[in-house]
C-alpha cells in the first residue's frame, strides 16, 4: 500500500484523482495534512511526502506528483497531470490569457500540464473549431435537459438511474410528475430565451409517440419555444425504439437532431452488453432517420467494449462514415461503480489502455480523412487507460447543448429524473449544480421535495 501525505492543500481530490490514473483505489491512501514542519515526518517504506509548503502552486505539486508515480510504476499518462471532466476549459482560459494567441496558450498548458503532444493538438483543433463556428459563449440564454429514465433492457456498463419501467403505469405516473415540473420551472423563470433544448436518459423514444410528443409540446409551450428556430436533440439511443410513428411524431414538431447509439455494430457486443437488439436494426434504423429528413443524425460508439477487437471498432466506425451520419461522439468505455460490468470485473478498464488507445488513434485518423472535425471532448472518471470522448461532425453540424454543457458558461435547467441542471452566474463566473434525484422512484416519491428546492432557486434565494 503507498501512502501519500499531502500537506497544506486545501483540496486533496486532484491528487487523489491523478493517482487513480496510475494505481488501483486499494493500491493507496491520500493523507491530507496541515503541519509546520511536514518534512520532519518520519516516512515508512512506500509512503511519500507531497508538500504544498515547498511549491509555488497546486499545478507545481502535481507535476512533482506526476513524475513521482512515472517513476513509482514505470507507466506515463497522456493527458499529464490533467484530471477533471473539461480538458478544453485550462485550454480556452489561456487563449484568453495570452491575448488569443493559440500557439502561445498551447505552450503554456504543456508546461503546466505536462500534456503529451497528441492531445495538446486535438485541444488545440477543438478550441479552434469552436472559434471559428460556434460564435463565442451565450450567457444570455438557457439549455434545458430533460431526463426519461426509462429503457429497453440495462447495460452491463450502465451506471445511470436509468432502467427498464416495471409497468407503463409507473411510465405514465413519472411523465405526469415530469410535466408538472417543467410547467411549475417555465412559469418562473424569467424571460430568458433558450438556446438550446434536449432530451436524454435513459431513452426519451421508449415513451409511446403520443407520450413523448405531450411532453415536448408541453416543453415548448412552458418555455415559449420554437421548435424551428432553436437546436432541439431527441436520443433515440436504441434502434428498437425508432418507428414510422415515433419519427414523423418528431419531424412533425420540428425536432432536426436525433441520437442514434450503436455503441458497436457487432451482434455478440449486443449481447453481452445486454441489448436485446442487431446491428441491422442500428443499420435501418438510421436509414429510417435519413428518410425522414432529420438534418443530423448522431451515434455514440465506444472504445473497449467486451471482447471487442481493432477490426470490430474499425467495422462499426466504417459502417457509420458509409451511412453518412453528421456527427459520431467515440466515447471511452467508463466502467463506473454501480454498473453490472464494474461488479463482475473491477479490474477491466485497467486491462484494455493499449486496445483503446489504437481504436482512438484509428478513429481519429478515419474521422479526419472523411471530412469530420472533433468539436467538443470530455472526459469521465474510471475510463479505460484515463482517456477521453470525442464529438466528431460533418460541415458545421455541431451541437451546441454539447458545446455549452462542458464550457460551463450559461445556466443549464435540469427536468426529471437524474437531470443534473446548474446556474451560471455571470458576474462571478461561476457554475452552481443542480441536481435533481437520480433514482426515478425517489424522485415521484420525494416530487414535493423536489419543487420546493426549484422554488429557492427560482424567485426564491438565489433570485434567478
Ligand atoms: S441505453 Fe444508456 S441509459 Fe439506457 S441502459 Fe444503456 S447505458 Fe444506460
Redesign the pocket.
Known amino acids: 500500500m503507498y501512502r501519500f501525505y499531502i500537506n497544506k492543500v486545501k483540496n486533496i481530490n486532484p491528487f487523489a484523482e491523478l493517482i487513480r490514473v496510475f494505481l488501483d483505489d486499494d493500491a493507496f491512501e491520500t493523507i491530507a495534512i496541515d503541519w509546520n514542519d511536514a518534512d520532519s515526518l518520519q516516512l515508512t517504506d512506500n509512503s511519500y511526502l507531497l508538500n504544498g509548503e515547498h511549491a509555488s502552486d497546486q499545478d507545481e505539486l502535481k507535476r512533482k506528483l506526476y513524475h513521482l508515480l512515472v517513476e513509482l510504476t514505470g507507466k506515463t499518462s497522456k493527458w499529464g497531470t490533467l484530471t477533471g471532466v473539461r480538458p478544453l476549459k485550462p485550454l480556452y482560459q489561456l487563449y484568453l490569457d495570452n491575448g488569443r494567441d493559440i500557439e502561445k496558450a498551447a505552450s503554456a498548458m504543456a508546461e503546466r500540464y505536462l500534456i503529451s503532444d497528441d492531445k495538446l493538438n486535438m485541444l488545440q483543433e477543438i478550441l479552434q473549431y469552436q472559434v471559428k463556428h460556434v460564435n463565442g459563449t451565450a450567457s444570455d440564454r438557457v439549455s434545458i435537459y430533460v431526463g426519461i429514465p426509462f429503457?429497453p433492457?440495462?447495460?452491463s456498463?450502465?451506471a445511470?438511474a436509468?432502467d427498464v419501467a416495471p409497468s407503463h403505469d409507473v411510465v405514465r405516473k413519472y411523465l405526469n410528475l415530469l410535466l408538472e415540473e417543467v410547467r411549475y420551472v417555465g412559469a418562473h423563470l424569467p424571460e430568458t430565451p433558450v438556446e438550446s433544448l434536449y432530451f436524454g436518459?435513459?431513452?426519451p423514444t421508449s415513451l409511446k409517440p403520443e407520450e413523448l410528443g405531450l411532453l415536448i409540446d408541453t416543453v415548448c409551450a412552458s418555455f415559449h419555444i420554437d421548435l424551428n428556430e432553436i437546436e432541439c436533440t431527441v436520443e433515440a439511443?436504441?434502434p428498437d425504439t425508432i418507428n414510422h410513428k415515433t419519427l414523423s411524431m418528431l419531424r412533425d414538431r420540428g425536432v432536426r437532431r436525433i441520437s442514434v447509439n450503436p455503441q458497436s455494430l457487432k451482434d455478440r457486443t449486443m449481447e453481452l452488453i445486454g441489448r436485446h437488439h442487431t446491428a441491422e436494426q442500428t443499420i435501418q434504423a438510421i436509414r429510417l432517420a435519413h428518410e425522414f429528413g432529420f438534418e443530423v443524425i448522431n451515434s455514440d460508439v465506444i472504445a473497449g467494449l467486451p471482447e471487442e477487437s481493432l477490426d470490430d471498432f474499425r467495422h462499426t466506425l466504417d459502417t457509420l462514415i458509409g451511412l453518412k451520419v453528421q456527427n459520431i461522439t467515440v466515447h471511452t468505455l467508463s466502467v463506473k461503480r454501480g454498473s453490472r460490468l464494474r461488479e463482475a470485473d473491477p479490474e477491466y478498464y485497467r486491462r484494455y489502455g493499449a486496445l483503446v488507445t489504437d481504436m482512438l488513434d484509428h478513429a481519429a485518423g478515419t474521422l479526419r480523412a472523411n471530412g469530420y472535425h472533433p468539436y467538443y471532448i470530455y472526459r469521465q472518471k474510471h475510463q479505460i487507460g484515463a482517456l477521453e470522448n470525442i464529438g466528431w461532425c460533418l460541415d458545421r453540424t455541431h451541437s451546441l447543448y454539447n458545446i455549452r454543457t462542458m464550457e460551463d458558461k450559461q445556466t443549464i435547467l435540469g427536468l426529471g429524473a437524474g437531470a443534473i441542471g446548474k446556474l451560471y452566474f455571470p458576474a462571478e463566473d461561476r457554475i452552481e449544480r443542480v441536481a435533481n434525484i437520480a433514482n426515478y422512484t425517489v424522485y415521484m416519491d420525494r416530487f414535493d421535495e423536489i419543487l420546493e428546492r426549484k422554488k429557492e432557486y427560482f424567485g426564491g434565494k438565489h433570485g434567478y
Do not use: V, W
Request: include cysteine; glycine fraction near 24%.
Open positions: 429503457c433492457s440495462r447495460c456498463y450502465c445511470f436509468a436518459g435513459g431513452t439511443g436504441r
